[in-house]
């Protein structure tokens, strides 16, 4: 059974950064994406990112281009999200999410492809 689990959230300021790791499990193929969501109180969950497996292509949501990176480590089955200059709108619980994915196409932040969740790490960023 596929399993992912995050961590790596915290408080942390304007500004700063914060490495959120997914540890993932059960896989029985290479042909899947790992994406990252977020959903802040009173808004909708919305795509952050993702990387496929295979061809490591990725894919970024406008707010977080140029800030944020995702890769994966596939010796111990982990995908990072590296999150720099964050700001208080990037408050949200952060979540993991995997979908069985072809390697030549780009992987989809669309919440709706994907298939198995984590159960998030909260992020928070004040002064």
């Known amino acids: 059974q596929v399993q992912l689990v995050e961590s790596g959230g915290g408080l942390v300021q304007p500004g700063g950064s914060l490495r959120l790791s997914c540890a993932t499990s059960?896989?029985?193929?290479?042909?899947?994406?790992i994406g990252w969501f977020r959903q802040a109180p009173g808004k909708e969950r919305e795509g952050v990112s993702c990387i496929h497996s295979r061809s490591r292509s990725t894919n970024y949501a406008d707010s977080v281009k140029g800030r944020f990176t995702i890769s994966r480590d596939n010796a111990k089955n982990t995908v990072y999200l590296q999150m720099n200059s964050l700001k208080p709108e990037d408050t949200a619980v952060y979540y993991c999410a995997t979908y069985a994915a072809n390697p030549w196409q780009l992987c989809t932040v669309v919440t709706g492809a994907y298939e198995y969740w984590g159960q998030g790490t909260q992020v928070t960023v004040s002064s």
């Open positions: 059960g896989f029985t193929s290479d042909r899947y994406a």
